[in-house]
């Protein structure tokens, strides 16, 4: 089975950065999107960055574009959340989601993603 595990989230000061990573495990496709979601407390699950397992093509949202990178080490079946000049408002948990390819998934739509990893908090203090 598909299993997503994330990790690297903590506390940070407003202006730092923090690398979250999502170990993947149990993938029998060689083509996947991998996306990071975010919620924040009473708001809705939304997109921060999706990538294609290859690293071929990335897309970001508007709110992290510029201070966010999202990369794979496929060797090591890892996906990476780069965040750099972070502010309070990217306060949430980060969720890893994957999709295969060939089910032709909107990056952006998490309902649109089959397997989710159980999340990994990241807290931005003013």
């Known amino acids: 089975q598909v299993q997503l595990v994330e990790s690297g989230g903590g506390l940070v000061q407003a202006g730092g950065s923090l690398r979250l990573s999502c170990a993947a495990s149990g993938l029998t496709f060689s083509n996947y999107h991998m996306g990071w979601f975010r919620q924040a407390p009473g708001k809705e699950r939304e997109f921060a960055a999706g990538?294609?397992?290859?690293?071929?093509?990335?897309s970001y949202a508007r709110s992290v574009k510029g201070r966010f990178t999202i990369s794979t080490d496929n060797a090591k079946n890892t996906v990476y959340l780069q965040m750099n000049a972070l502010s309070p408002e990217d306060t949430a948990v980060y969720y890893c989601?994957?999709?295969?390819?060939?089910?032709?998934?909107?990056?952006?739509?998490?309902?649109?993603?089959?397997?989710w990893g159980q999340g990994t908090q990241v807290t931005v203090s003013s």
């Open positions: 990538i294609s397992w290859g690293g071929g093509s990335t």
């Open positions: 989601a994957a999709v295969q390819t060939s089910k032709r998934a909107r990056v952006g739509m998490p309902s649109d993603y089959n397997y």
